[in-house]
Structure formats: structure tokens, C-alpha cells
């Protein structure tokens, strides 16, 4: 499911070898070394297929100004366009906001439309703020 190129037109980079995969895995399931971030990961399943899909993950971190979480997904190419991602989004901001996260963060390449739209879906709304070639999408949950 990761090893497709097109996963990486807009993100940039090329799929990871099977041993840099487990590599990457490895250290993400570690967890981060920074007492204040947590990482968190899970992969998508169709369950009547018993196919994995593609993942979804947070990168939830303490602040002054309350817990922020960077939000990101992909799905497999061959089952892009079916909705998953967007439940996927939309699950992941709910329970973020359950588990007392402040902000929610998601970076977009301007041209992935397809993104934008499980952003939108999510709840998050484009900044206009650009980062290394990517707008800042944002959700703000009340105190």
C-alpha cells in the first residue's frame, strides 16, 4: 500500500523499502524522546477485505497555549476516492478533541485538492499560512 510513487507527488520523496519501513516503525512505535510530544499512529483496514488501507496519524504536543496536534493521512491509490480518509480525519479530530487537544493542525500542498477536502471535512479551515510549500489547515476547539 506505501510503495506506490503517486503517494509522493505532493509530499515529495519516494516509498521506503520494506527495511526502512520497519525502521521508521520502529521508532515511531518507541515513541518521541521529547517528554512533551506524543506520537500517535494507526493504520486503516477494510474490514470485510482484511486489507490494510493506509494510515492516519497525530503528532500531539504540550504548549504554553494548550495541547496542539499535527494531523496527516494517506490512503492506498487503490482505495483513494471511497471516503476513507475523510472518516478516517474525522474520527481522528474527534478523538483529539475528546482526549483535551486545543488545536488541531494539518499542512496541505496548495494544489492537493483531494486533501483539502478531508481537511475541510475535518472541520479545519485553510490559514493562508504557508510552510515549506504547504498551507496550515486549522481547527480551534473551544476552552
Excluded at 22 to 29: C, F, H, N, S
Excluded at 59 to 81: C, D, H, L, S
Excluded at 90 to 105: D, E, N, Q, S
Aim: glycine share 12%; aromatic share 6%; with cysteine.
Amino acid at each position: 500500500m506505501l510503495s506506490d510513487p503517486a503517494l509522493h507527488t505532493f509530499i515529495g520523496g519516494a516509498p521506503l523499502s520494506a527495511a526502512e519501513l520497519r525502521e521508521r516503525y520502529t521508532r515511531l512505535v518507541a515513541g518521541s524522546p521529547d517528554p512533551r510530544v506524543r506520537w500517535c499512529n494507526w493504520v486503516l483496514r477494510l474490514r470485510d477485505e482484511g486489507r490494510l488501507t493506509g494510515t492516519v496519524q497525530a503528532t500531539v504536543t504540550e504548549r504554553a497555549e494548550g495541547t496542539v496536534a499535527e494531523i496527516a493521512w494517506v490512503v492506498g491509490t487503490p482505495w483513494q476516492g471511497r471516503g476513507l480518509a475523510t472518516e478516517a480525519a474525522r474520527a481522528l479530530v474527534g478523538l483529539l478533541r475528546g482526549h483535551g487537544v486545543r488545536t488541531v493542525l494539518a499542512r496541505i500542498h496548495p494544489a492537493h485538492h483531494a486533501s483539502a477536502a478531508v481537511a475541510g471535512a475535518a472541520g479545519l479551515a485553510p490559514t493562508g499560512e504557508l510552510r515549506d510549500g504547504e498551507i496550515t489547515w486549522r481547527l480551534d476547539f473551544p476552552e
